[in-house]
C-alpha cells in the first residue's frame, strides 16, 4: 500500500498547477546557459543565467525600490481601464448607435503606437506619476471593453425576455441576467489588461522618468549592462505574473459557479 500511495503522491505533485511552469522555466534557464557554453557567446550580447542571479541577490533592495513605481502607475492605469472600460462596454452593446459611434473609434486608437503618443502625456502632465497611469490606462482599456461588449452581446435574448415577463425592471434585468451572463468575458479582459498595463506602465517611464523599472531599462541599455536589464526584465515578469494572479483569484470568488473555475475541470484539463 505505501508502494502505491508514493507513486501516486508524485504523480499528484507534479499535475499541480505551478509544477509544470517551474518545470519549464527552469529547462528555460538550463537551455539559456548551455547555448552560451557552447557557442560562447560574449556576455556583452547575452547575459548568463548565474550573473543575472548574482544581480538579483545583491541588487534585490533598490530593484524593489524601483519596482513600487512601475507597480502604483500599473494598478492605478489598470484600474481605471476597469472602472471605465465595462460602462462603455455596456453602452455598446446596449445600443447600436453609441457602437457605430464609439466602437471603430475605439479600434482606430489601437492602430496608434502607445510608445509614439506618450511624450505628448510629458509636456502636458509633466514627468510625474500621471503619463504613466495614462500609457497603462491606454493599453489595458480596448481589452476590457472587447471583452465586455461580447460578453453582453452573447446573453440569450431568451432569458432576457423571460426575466423581463415576470415583470423586471431594466436594472433587475441586467443584474441577475446580463452581468452575470457577461462576468467571465470581463474577466477574461480584466486578465490581458492587467499584463498590458505592465507594459504601457514601462512605455511611460521610457518616455521621461528617473524612476521606476523603465528608467533601470533605459538606464542599463545606455551603459551595456545587460545583466541588470535582464534582472529588470524578470523583475518585470514577476510583476505581470502576481497581478494576473491577483486577478484570477479575484474572478474565482467572484464567480464559483462558471464552469471554468471547478476543480474538476481544470484536472481533468
Known sequence: MAELKAPG???????AAWVRPVLFLLF???AWDLTIRLFRIPPYQIPAPGDVLVVLWTDWP???????????????GFLLSAVFGIPVAMLIAGSKTVESYIYPLLVFSQSVPKIAIAPLFVVWFGFGIIPKVISA??????PVVVSAV?????VDPDM?????A?????FKVFCAVNLPHAMPAIFSGLKVSVTLAVVGAVVGEFVGSNSGIGYVLQRSIGTFDLPTMFAALVILALLGV???WIVDRIERFVIPWHVSQRDDFLFAA
Open 28 to 30: 528555460i534557464v538550463v
Open 150 to 154: 461580447q460578453g453582453f452581446k452573447s
Open 62 to 76: 533598490e530593484l524593489l525600490r524601483q519596482a513600487w513605481p512601475t507597480t502604483y502607475a500599473t494598478i492605478c
Open 166 to 170: 415576470m415583470q423586471g425592471s431594466r
Open 9 to 15: 503522491a508524485v504523480s499528484k505533485t507534479l499535475n
Open 137 to 142: 490606462f491606454l493599453l489595458g482599456f480596448f
Open 160 to 164: 432576457v425576455d423571460l426575466a423581463r
Open 242 to 244: 502576481v497581478l494576473f
